[in-house]
């Protein structure tokens, strides 16, 4: 062997055992076909020369190194089999030269990133590599879409993939307009990123139609400009060949020159791309309600797989369709974090093949008692993972979930839920019903019932649908697992090992019940038995903790045996107490009824007694009734009032005589008015006043109402409704605020009391009958005093 070749062979050892002695820190591994190198100098140890059979590299400088991007770096015939190269961090390259790339003629995948000085690529740097299928030049803040396209004009007519993450991060615009559309011209790009920009402008027709040709567009996390003439959803863009869109983070898709709008989603888009991200599209402090009707007439199928549409603050959804329109193909939804209060069934209904669906972090507390939340899932027959986590939820409806056979995952947590009995007795796949963060004492017996024979007759392990349902699930929270798909070298089995890692649904039926106030008592002792001997998985069983009196502790068979104990203790001591208030209850019950019995006695007495007096025309008593009222309301009063009070009157006395006394036909002429006052309350058992605005004002209506009041009659007050009784003197004022009192109106000639006339009859009745037993009572303890009431002053 020459010493050419000899020398060539040991170069790459040579330089290793020089970076070890120079710099610590720089690290260069193999690793099957690829090579990397980490915090190297490019002016010391830039690897010149490869080992064998290398051909991905990737050169990390991790923003230490001084490199210029210069001609004669690749020459080595080491490099002729390189397709994939890597140039990552290297903070002070400015310039990409003429011939930087040249010995690289196989190279397919290129990225020069993370570089924030680098400015200006030579229009010919890429003439070594016509083979080249992506290409990366992200995060290069300082590099301007101008130098870009005069790079790409006429050339890498095999690029596939263009990522231009974070470049020309200033405030001026990148325009994406006709020079733009001629650097991908003749190219059969798929993939384009434009993302990360802080106002990207869409300036000509032609920019459409070159992104109609995508399988894979990102815009995420730029503002976008659109041209008066440009219609961004209703062209080219959202063809039947677009795969995947990302407007995430775009918070509006505004018209030049017009006032703003939010950007909308169009029948064009969920029926053509089959993975749609728009999160985060609008204004956050914008409250959106959507009341969209969708028309298909031709009945065209949904190309649409998975759509997340979270943190828009949508409070109200309601998408309804029109004709043969279903989006049958949609998988999984992201609805979360969007202040929800409001999702139409009509809308669910419509996705029959629907598996995942997140509502988390909405406010569906707002519609948890309304008629559509019962069975709003109810046609979601393939529905597996349902998220409902922190809506505030204190009710779950039973039905909730009863036509979804085929759930594995129910996350309820961090809700307000004080009970939980769902029917889930056909959801034989369950897996994980997550309570955690709630307000339950306790599980009910029905349910846990439920879930051990759910457990009982399900598999050990998962199914393959499940693996596939992990996988759906991962790519929503991960969308680069899809993008991974459109990106040069994908290998379809990355996808799914990342799914098997990150698996969501548990091997094992589990519940987790954790940060809920557990309370072990009586009432609770089979729930506490259940956790303890149950086989399902309580998540973190172990350090489960109930309340038991003003403690806490764990739960486990020591609790249970002490609550067992103790609330056998507790029933004897019932049973004791319980016999004992029963005869306690007995012999009240007895003295109750001898009590009542006397005073129901009494009154069929006194009632009787009273009669009596009425009828044998005792000189104490003519009258039941003295009807105080003003001249200005005799009207009323001899219409209604008076003959209504002698009939019912007359009825409960069963007499003929009249029993009401009134100062126009009692009251003698040629007397005093006071005195006659004074002499027909004292014959009289209680006094009405008939209290209206002219009773009010009439010095002698007053003077009856204190009369009655300072002779301790008892008074039945029927007063006229509306009437104001605030100025009126003191006595008046007493007498309303102390009794209760009948109300009546006198509308266009009808006359209505409330309560009846039956009622006020009664309490009038009542009333004397008190008066006369008092009377009789005074009577028998100071005989001396027997003189009538009618001569007492």
């Known amino acids: 062997m020459d010493v050419e070749k000899l020398l060539i062979l040991s170069l790459p050892f040579i330089v290793d055992i020089f970076r070890s002695s120079s710099d610590a820190h720089v690290v260069c591994t193999v690793n099957g076909i690829s090579y990397t190198c980490t915090n190297i100098s490019i002016n010391t140890y830039f690897p010149l020369v490869l080992p064998e059979n290398i051909q991905q590299v990737t050169i990390d400088g991790s923003n230490t190194a001084e490199l210029s991007l210069t001609s004669g770096l690749f020459k080595h015939e080491s490099w002729t089999n390189v397709s994939e190269l890597s140039i990552l961090e290297f903070s002070n390259a400015k310039f990409i030269e003429r011939d930087f790339l040249d010995g690289l003629e196989k190279l397919k995948f290129l990225s020069i990133s993370a570089c924030p000085a680098l400015m200006t690529i030579d229009p010919d740097a890429f003439q070594y590599t016509p083979d080249i299928e992506a290409l990366h030049l992200d995060e290069n803040y300082n590099l301007k879409l101008s130098q870009v396209e005069a790079t790409l004009t006429g050339r890498l007519n095999k690029l596939k993939y263009l990522s231009l993450i974070g470049i020309q991060a200033t405030k001026t615009r990148v325009v994406l307009g006709e020079r733009f559309s001629k650097a991908l011209h003749s190219k059969n790009l798929t993939n384009l990123i434009i993302s990360r920009v802080k106002l990207l402008y869409i300036e000509h027709d032609s920019v459409l139609k070159t992104l109609a040709a995508l399988k894979y567009l990102n815009l995420s996390y730029s503002s976008i400009l659109l041209a008066t003439n440009i219609q961004f959803t209703h062209t080219g863009i959202v063809s039947n060949r677009l795969e995947l869109l990302d407007l995430t983070g775009c918070p509006m898709i505004v018209q030049y020159g017009l006032k703003k709008r939010d950007a909308i989603i169009t029948r064009s888009i969920l029926e053509n791309i089959p993975y749609l991200f728009l999160q985060s599209i609008t204004y956050y402090s914008n409250q959106l309600k959507i009341n969209v009707r969708l028309i298909n007439e031709h009945n065209i199928t949904s190309s649409l797989k998975i ?77 597996e993972i349902i998220y409902l986590k922190n809506n505030k939820l204190s009710v779950v409806p039973s039905t909730l979930f009863s036509s979804n056979t085929k759930l594995r995952v129910i996350d309820l947590s961090d809700n307000e839920l004080v009970y939980f009995n769902v029917e889930l007795r056909n959801a034989l796949d369950l897996r994980l019903t997550d309570l955690r963060n709630n307000h339950l004492k306790t599980l009910p017996a029905v349910f846990l019932e439920q879930v051990e024979q759910i457990f009982r007759h399900q598999p050990t392990a998962n199914t393959q649908e499940a693996t596939k349902t992990n996988i759906l699930l991962r790519q929503l929270r991960d969308k680069n697992l899809i993008a991974d798909k459109y990106n040069y070298g994908y290998k379809a089995s990355k996808i799914v090992q990342l799914a098997e890692k990150h698996s969501v649904i548990p091997q094992h039926l589990m519940i987790n019940i954790l ?65 004992l208030v029963a005869v306690v209850l007995c012999i009240f019950t007895f003295t109750a009824i001898i009590i009542l019995w006397h005073k129901w006695t009494q009154q069929n007495q006194g009632l009787e007694n009273l009669r009596r007096e009425i009828l044998q025309d005792n000189i104490n008593f003519k009258y039941v009734v003295f009807l105080s009222y003003c001249s200005q309301d005799v009207h009323i009063v001899d219409e209604h009032i008076l003959p209504s009070l002698n009939r019912i009157l007359k009825e409960k006395l069963n007499t003929e005589k009249d029993l009401v006394c009134t100062g126009a036909d009692s009251f003698v002429p040629g007397m005093l008015i006071i005195d006659e006052i004074h002499r027909c309350i004292n014959e009289s058992l209680v006094v009405i006043p008939v209290i209206t605005p002219a009773f009010l004002r009439s010095r002698w209506s007053l003077k009856e109402c204190v009369d009655a009041l300072e002779k301790q009659r ?12 605030n100025d009126t003197v003191g006595a008046i004022k007493q007498l309303i605020a102390n009794y209760t009192r009948a109300t009546w109106s006198d509308n266009e000639g009808q006359f209505l009391i409330h309560p009846s006339w039956y009622f006020v009859g009664e309490a009038i009745i009542r009333r004397a009958s008190e008066t006369f037993i008092n009377y009789r009572s005074q009577s028998v303890n100071t005989p001396n005093e027997l003189i009538p009431l009618v001569n007492r002053t």
């Open 307 to 383: 759509w997340d549409f979270s943190q828009n603050n949508i409070i109200i959804l309601n998408i309804t369709f029109a004709g043969a329109y279903y989006l049958n193909a949609l998988e999984a939804l992201n609805l979360a974090s969007n202040n929800m209060e409001y999702i139409s069934p009509s809308f669910l209904s419509n996705l029959p093949s629907i598996k995942i669906l997140d509502l988390s972090n909405n406010q569906l507390h707002i519609m948890q008692t309304s008629q559509d939340f019962p069975n709003i899932f109810s046609k979601n027959k393939d529905l």
């Open 515 to 579: 940060d809920n106030p557990i309370v072990c008592d009586c009432d609770t002792l089979d729930f506490v038995k259940w956790v303890i001997v149950t086989d399902i998985v309580i998540s973190n069983r172990t350090n489960a903790r109930c309340s038991y009196g003003n403690k806490e502790e764990f739960l486990n068979k020591e609790t249970h045996e002490m609550i067992k104990e103790n609330c056998r203790l507790l029933y004897m001591i019932g049973l004791v107490t319980g016999s």
């Open 714 to 725: 008892p008074v039945v007050v029927l007063m006229k409704q509306n009437t104001n009784t």
